[in-house]
């Protein structure tokens, strides 16, 4: 039987260009009564929706209405086995690691366990439109198995891996050099390729891993240059010292890394803030991308990274929850916690760039182009947007003067009642429609 391919109506939102690298209003493609053709799992046109019926008269159609089709978004930096300690109180990061994720996470050794977080977190992923991730997941690989599992039988696109941690944990959380590099090898052979998953080689940062781990990491990493490699920089100043302390004959924290192979394209660095004018460079040079945490950021204290200075710079950035120091799994909110965290630094970022960081500037901070874009050839996910979803939102829509006006309304007051349907490889994921 044919495949006519499914039509979607709505309005369309994407991008004609970088919005941190043109104007942002020139950078919006926006469509009142526009389109989409999905067939095949991917988009294969956007355009005006008369022109696309009358094309293709065959399709199916499924009429959003006043609705806002966009790409679906994409997190590119959370840690799944921390859904369930999401908004616990009153840590900064480090006692935050003892007291909250540690023990936590000493539970994901169980499969039973780690599958039930596993459904529990691509659930709460997709309520809120979110089709594409980049997830740490704990030391044990059954936490790998459970959550790269229970993508594939969905259907999404999931970048995740075991952690790489030797030192400085828990017992029962610790592996070794060796045991880090094997397990993690052996993952990536089991996983690498299927469906739609990717894997990051994923040493959790340096004070946990000593030099002869990150060696390791490095050497998966170069061995594989098809993976991500994910870790964390400068999230907080607790932790540089840290860092100079265990690693004194290092520049800084970044040249850590560098040392070890772990600074180039793939590479996605979480957090970022604190960061010194040579390791900005270097980060634009090497090809590394950064993970923006604003709501962990805000919420365990840790700083306000300057997203306008490492783009300026050439620095790739994506925007991420970082759940379950994050403490929303709302893209949406997480949005708006980027615009309050860039007005305190005095430079407000523009709803076009801030939607721009929640799709294709984390889909190119995962290398994982096929995500995040509005456009023919690009994976059929999708997230429809309702302006009217709550009272206080449909009336803020009603008087927006502008597509730039309705987007920050959107995201400044909208929350997962907002995300009224997401499809991901083409295939109704959240809603009735279709």
Known sequence: MADHGVLLLGRTFGFRAD???????EAIDWRERGAILLRGGLIEAVGEADELIAAHPQARRVDCGRRILAAGFVDCHNHYPQTRIIASWGARLIDWLNRYTFPEEMRFGDPAYAAAVAEDYLDLLLANGITAASAYCTTHPESVDALFAAAERRGMAMTA??????RN???GLIDDAQRGHDESAA???RWRGRGRLAYAVTPRFAPTSSPAQLEAAGALFAANPDCAMQTHLSEQTEEIAWVRRLYPEEADYLAVYERFGLVRPGAIMGHAIHLEPREI???AARGAAVAHCPTSNAFIGSGLCDVMGLKAAGVEVGLATDVGGGSSFSMLATMRAAYEIGQLRGAALHPAQLFWLATEGSARAMRRPEFGRLSPGAAADIVALDPEATPVLAQRSARAESPS???FALLIIGDDRAVAETWAGGVAMKGGLG
Do not use: N, R, S, W
């Open 169 to 171: 944990a828990p017992e």
């Open 405 to 407: 006006d309705l987007l």
């Open 281 to 283: 460079a270097a980060l």
């Open 161 to 166: 891996g075991k952690v790489m941690m030797d």
């Open 187 to 189: 993952l990536i052979a």
């Open 19 to 25: 919005p941190f690298l043109v104007p942002p209003e």
